[in-house]
Each structure stands twice: as C-alpha cells, then as structure tokens.
C-alpha cells in the first residue's frame, strides 16, 4: 500500500490531529502529544492499513489506543497512541505486560514508552484469519498446522509466566502471521488473574468461530466431546505433559 510520510510536526493540524488525538483533542493537549512524541524520536507518520478513521488509514484501533506505522528516526515501527476517551490514563503499565510477553519471547518487541504512546516492532503481516483464507494448494494442512502449533506454544508460554492476555476468544483479532504469527495487542493483559491464553485460543480456533469454521476445511477437527476433557485437565493444571496432550489430541504433535 502507497502512503507518503507524513512529518510529525504536522500530526497537531488537521486532518491528522484526529490520529494523535482521537476522537477529539484540545490544541494544548496536541501540542503536549507533540513534544511527547518528539523526545520518543518520532519523525513522522505512514497513514496506512485496513482500518479507516475518517478518511485517514491506520493500522489498527482500539478501546485504548490507535496503531500507526511511524518512522523512529529512519526505522519503522509500530505506534500505539493512547485514546483521549480511554479509561487508562498512561500508557506505562501496558508496555510493563508487554515487555513481560517479551522475555518468554512472545509479541511484538516493545522498542520505547510515555504516558501516551507506545513503540513496538512492527510486524508486516496479515491478520490470521486472513492468512488461512488465502491458504491453497498442495501442503496447506501442514502449514496450518505448523502455524497453529507455533501459536499454542506462544500461548503456552505466556501461561508459563503467569501472564493472561484476556482477549485470545478472539484470537483472530489478535494474532499477526508474517515471518511466523505473533500475538499481539495486550491492552487487556494481566498477571492477576487466572490464565486461559491455551483454552482460549484453542476454543477460538477450533469450537465455534469464523475461523473455526476455515479450519475445518482444511484440516480433520476432533469433535467437540473429544476437545473439552483435555482442555478441562489443563485448565485444572497447566503442565507441560497436560498441554502436550491437547497437542496431540488436535494432531498437532506431528509437526
């Protein structure tokens, strides 16, 4: 997708002060946003991507915050810019569960934060459910497995470390598969409460969903009576040796 860079001197004026912001800021809080986004390092802005804001392509939006492609001096990167109308009131605590995600080497890498912003790398990819409906032709079974292995050991990781990403019932939202998937998006995150990342997705992209039902016409899915009792044991206990048995009970263990 083309899309000129657009200077982040710029990003105060309209159209563009809606992005830095949304959905409506005072001049005196875009200017504070300006500054902010000058010592992070950012020079500028590629409005692009599926998601429209008023005529205005961004990579992403949500109850938080809206995703831009930006330039951190001549790098790109991802940037999370926080909601006027969000309940969170800074942006520190969010790249804390983040950074968290990263050391079991989970999400995308988080670069830099502020009360309002957030830098991760950026990862060109397509959403997950877009990935598996493109997927044809000869070997695409294994490649779906293969990819949906990788993202339950991701899954399983985080559960590892304690850490609930929140949001994994949609996981078709949440998952971007480039060189390889990777969850992103952990505005819900916690470590206080029980983790469900391993159930979550598999009932996300097994039991019952848009992408459920794209997965199932290219792979042999286990009924659902067969699913739950290892999903329940799991949850119960979250061992190594009861999640390599939902593994094998999806047939993944073969990849």
Not at 19 to 29: F, H, N, Q, R, V
Not at 86 to 91: A, D, G, I, T
């Amino acid at each position: 997708m083309n899309s000129s860079l657009v200077s982040a001197s710029k990003l105060v004026k309209e159209p563009y002060s809606l992005i830095l912001g949304y959905p409506k800021a005072t001049k005196t809080e875009l200017v504070k946003r300006y500054a902010e986004l000058k010592k992070l390092g950012i020079t500028g802005v590629l409005f692009e991507g599926e998601t429209i804001l008023n005529n205005i392509n961004v990579l992403g939006k949500g109850y938080v915050g809206v995703v831009v492609l930006s330039k951190l001096h001549k790098k790109d990167v991802a940037l999370k810019i926080r909601r006027i109308d969000s309940s969170r009131k800074e942006m520190k605590s969010e790249a804390k569960l983040l950074k968290l995600a990263n050391k079991s080497g989970v999400g995308p890498k988080l670069i830099d934060s502020s009360k309002n912003f957030l830098i991760m790398e950026y990862l060109d990819g397509k959403k997950i459910s877009d990935w598996v409906s493109q997927l044809k032709g000869r070997g695409s079974a294994a490649k779906l497995r293969t990819l949906i292995k990788q993202v339950l050991e991701d899954c399983y990781k985080l559960d590892t470390i304690h850490l609930d990403h929140g949001e994994l019932s949609y996981i078709h939202k949440h998952v971007i598969v480039g060189k390889s998937p990777c969850i992103i998006d952990f505005e819900s995150a916690s470590t206080n409460r029980r983790t469900s990342n391993v159930t979550s997705a598999t009932q996300s992209i097994f039991i019952g969903s848009v992408l459920s039902n794209m997965v199932k016409k290219i792979i042999k899915v286990p009924t659902k009576k067969k699913m739950i009792p290892p999903l329940k044991k799991y949850k119960h206990d979250q061992s190594r040796e009861n999640f390599d048995d939902i593994l094998k009970m999806l047939g993944l263990n073969k990849n």
